[in-house]
């Protein structure tokens, strides 16, 4: 079993920037593709970033692009979601997941594949 929790959300004006943290504990990586999701009011659950654990590459949506980086910290058990120059458009419940089983890293940017997901984190930006 494994445990999710974010936090670093908030409120910022466009332009600025907020780093999510997502501590895992229990079974924790155990090289397993980590992703961040997004869900709008009114909208499905979105693909932001993820990071393969396969091949150590990093993906992410085209709208985020140049300005959020996933990173991890293995000795801390967690995983970031840098984001600079936020938009209004970002404003969304941030959720971490890890996969149950590695998939592939075609697979990182499908929500059904992920097993293990955290409570949620809101990010609102103003304009």
């Known amino acids: 079993q494994v445990q999710l929790v974010e936090s670093g959300g908030g409120l910022v004006q466009a332009g600025g920037s907020l780093r999510l943290s997502c501590a895992a504990s229990g079974r924790t990586f155990s090289s397993k593709g980590m992703g961040w999701f997004r869900q709008a009011p009114g909208k499905e659950r979105e693909f932001v970033a993820a990071?393969?654990?396969?091949?150590?590459?990093?993906y992410y949506t085209d709208s985020v692009k140049g300005r959020f980086t996933i990173s991890r910290d293995n000795a801390k058990n967690t995983v970031y979601l840098q984001m600079n120059s936020l938009k209004p458009d970002d404003t969304a419940v941030y959720y971490c997941?890890?996969?149950?089983?590695?998939?592939?890293?075609?697979?990182?940017?499908?929500?059904?594949?992920?097993?293990?997901w955290g409570q949620g984190t809101q990010v609102t930006v103003s304009s």
């Open positions: 990071f393969s654990w396969l091949d150590n590459v990093a």
């Open positions: 997941a890890q996969q149950g089983h590695n998939y592939g890293d075609s697979a990182l940017r499908r929500p059904l594949t992920y097993l293990y």
